[in-house]
């Protein structure tokens, strides 16, 4: 007897949720922390001034991300628990209606009339809110909402970026400070766009080329705002 073998595919859209949410809490991470010491150096505050600001920095940031992160990814939890609350009650009072619902999206795709029929009828079978949910709302499993994974993720992936600048404003001489940081911030946001953009299957040169721009833009005018500050006290 011969069996056929599994044909496995691996999709990226699977890890879209924490890979978002990791990608944006580094890369703010690094922007905000590089920036903040970068702003203070260029003020003549000091080193110490520079390394102290930018471990405030860290635990500041690493703390907003994961709120900011928490709430609006709650919000949109909700959202769906909200919408699929309502369809849960509206297959339960119109069952019928919903089936046409249903099979009209699958005309719209391209099936035939009576084919959409058959399937409407043998998924609402099978599970009716789930069908509803993916065709017709839109949620899946591999999208929706997870508030707590993307908190922690955005505060751990934050505190990770800010780091980078970190361990090189001890490092690095005091005089040079500045170049030190702004070129290994820049090296390290190019590094993170690259690794990001081959995960989610976009172009290296582009994803590394996107945050290293933002990332000289941020550094630069806080460096300007900290040497205009400076200047005037």
Do not use: C
């Not at 703010?28 to 260029?42: M, P, Q, W």
């Not at 930018?54 to 709120?67: E, K, N, R, T």
């Amino acid at each position: 007897m011969k069996f056929t073998r599994r044909h496995t595919e691996r999709h990226r859209t699977d890890r879209v949720g924490w890979m978002r949410a990791a990608v944006l809490g580094a890369n703010d991470g690094i922007v905000s922390t590089a920036s903040l010491v970068v702003g203070v150096a260029a003020a003549k505050s000091g080193q110490g001034a520079a390394l102290v600001a930018g471990v405030a920095g860290l635990v500041a940031g690493a703390m907003s991300m994961a709120a900011g992160e928490y709430v609006s990814v709650h919000s949109q939890a909700d959202t769906e628990k909200a919408d699929l609350s309502r369809e849960r009650a509206e297959i339960e009072k119109y069952p019928v209606a919903e089936h046409r619902e249903l099979a009209s999206i699958y005309v719209a795709r391209g099936l035939e009339p009576g084919l959409a029929q058959q399937v409407a009828e043998q998924l609402m079978a099978h599970d009716a809110l789930g069908a509803h949910a993916r065709d017709e709302l839109g949620i899946s499993e591999a999208l929706s909402a997870r508030p707590v994974q993307a908190a922690l993720s955005s505060a751990a992936s934050f505190a990770v970026g800010a780091a980078l600048p970190l361990a090189v404003t001890a490092l690095a001489p005091a005089q040079s400070l500045i170049p030190w940081v702004s070129g290994t911030s820049l090296a390290f946001l190019a590094l993170l766009g690259a690794v990001a953009a081959r995960a989610g299957g976009a172009a290296v040169a582009t994803g590394a080329w996107r945050v290293t721009f933002w990332g000289a833009l941020a550094m630069a005018i806080t460096a300007g705002v900290g040497a205009l500050f400076g200047a005037v006290i």
